[in-house]
């Protein structure tokens, strides 16, 4: 048996999701499960300032008779599971007692089984569903790309009071705009010119577009693609459906699953071929490699596939520490921010935006480690939109505080809520016009993109 040490080295391990199960979503076993965990976080407090579930327990525990979990009603558990973002920074970088400690504790992973238990029992939001169904609701706003941005926008008098009343998306929130061209409409119409003199000239990758950029920022994927054949890979564009990540924030686990075999389906002809697999948002790649392997942990197709997915910072990386990279890259003045995204480092990759954005010349770069407070529709629903400006709050303020000229993360969702945060506090000082991936500037840097 391994020995097992407070606070050691060794990597945390996560056990795969045994939800088809019916005792996953047994009530009692899941509040004993919370009590015990909730206990040992109560008796640690480390997380204090990672998210607002951690002040909610511990105020609900040092406000009740006994200052003891003892005597605090489960009833009262729900605001600390809706705090809560699935960003697992705690289980990935404070909390001493994942496994293999003999605690076995896993704090977003209980949270998720909490979520999916009372989706069992039907207690569902029918809004943030909506929301979470991207490649409907992409589709449907293509075509109108121009009329739903106006009434999306934020300064619309018209259109948000009403949104908020009705469908409960906070007016204040910055909402993400439509292509009227989606990535795969774009990648096909207009493929790159490969790059044969390029030391990486040879490789072959697939660019999973993922809904976001798909949908709402092809800029990003042009940016990708046009960096990958300059240093001469070879890209195909696909996109057979959402990753599942707006599913898993709330708990439907069968969505997820169902998700995950329809991509993979799609990806694994690719591998067959020889073609590595891309992901171009964090929480994208996150899903790929590994929540999916931890729900479906019996799919072979899906194993392969966590074992052949890249983010995009990740393979360029790889390119320039083997191959080495085209060059080419210019100096880009003005200083960047970046934003480690908590789905990026919940990878276990290192700061590989980081360290794609010192390959530029010059560059003057500020890295920011502290979570955005977004979250997916956390940041935009009226009952955690103001939850979710506070944690990110100190983010938004210190990159506010650099004065760089680009505000960067590989989370798109985040860079958009620290810039609008960013936006609300500024007063006179001057703030970029738009955030941006870290492979937009690499593109910039090598000409390819303005």
Not at 69 to 86: Q, R, Y
Not at 188 to 205: C, D, H, I, V
Not at 233 to 260: I, K
Not at 426 to 432: L, R
Request: aromatic share 8%.
């Amino acid at each position: 048996m391994q020995e097992s040490k407070e606070g050691g080295l060794q990597a945390p391990l996560r056990h795969t999701l045994d939800w088809n199960s019916p005792e996953f979503y047994d009530e009692q076993k899941i509040d004993e499960e919370l009590r015990r965990v909730f206990d040992i976080c109560h008796g640690c407090r480390r997380c204090f300032n990672l998210c607002d579930s951690f002040p909610r327990l511990f105020d609900l525990v040092d406000e009740s008779p006994s200052g003891e979990l003892d005597t605090v009603e489960s009833k009262d558990f729900g605001p600390v599971v809706e705090a809560c973002t699935l960003c697992d920074m705690c289980f990935m970088t404070k909390c001493p007692y994942v496994p293999p400690h003999e605690f076995d504790l896993d704090f977003p992973h209980l949270m998720l089984r909490y979520r999916a238990a009372k989706r069992k029992q039907g207690e569902t939001d029918f809004v943030a569903g909506q929301l979470a169904e991207m490649d409907r609701n992409g589709a449907l706003a293509r075509p109108l790309a121009p009329l739903v941005n106006w009434g999306s926008a934020t300064g619309n008098k018209l259109t948000r009071p009403v949104m908020e009343k009705i469908a409960g998306i906070d007016a204040r929130a910055e909402l993400p705009k439509f292509s009227g061209r989606t990535f795969v409409m774009s990648a096909n119409s207009a493929p790159p010119q490969l790059n044969t003199s390029a030391p990486a000239y040879g490789r072959k990758a697939v660019l999973y577009a993922t809904c976001f950029v798909n949908y709402n920022n092809p800029d990003t994927g042009m940016a990708a693609r046009a960096v990958l054949a300059k240093n001469g890979v070879e890209t195909e564009v696909v996109y057979p459906a959402c990753c599942g990540m707006p599913f898993l924030e709330q708990g439907n686990l069968e969505r997820v699953a169902s998700q995950a075999e329809k991509v993979s389906a799609a990806l694994i002809p690719w591998i067959d071929k020889g073609y590595d697999i891309i992901t171009l948002t964090a929480s994208c790649g996150l899903m790929l490699k590994f929540e999916w392997p931890l729900i479906l942990p019996g799919n072979e197709d899906i194993a392969r596939l966590s074992r052949a997915t890249y983010d995009i910072d990740q393979y360029v990386l790889q390119i320039a520490k083997t191959e080495g990279l085209a060059e080419g890259l210019k100096p880009l003045p003005g200083g960047a921010s970046l934003h480690l995204a908590c789905h990026a480092r919940a990878q276990n990759m290192g700061p590989k935006g980081a360290e794609l954005l010192r390959l530029i010349p010059e560059i003057k770069l500020d890295v920011i480690e502290r979570c955005s407070g977004h979250g997916g529709t956390f940041g935009v629903m009226k009952e955690t939109h103001e939850t979710a400006r506070k944690v990110g709050r100190t983010t938004a303020a210190t990159a506010r505080s650099q004065g760089n000229a680009f505000v960067v993360s590989e989370c798109p969702l985040a860079a958009k809520h620290i810039l609008q945060i960013m936006e609300d506090a500024a007063g006179e000082s001057k703030i970029p016009e738009r955030a941006h991936h870290p492979i937009e500037l690499i593109a910039q840097a090598y000409g390819l993109t303005t």
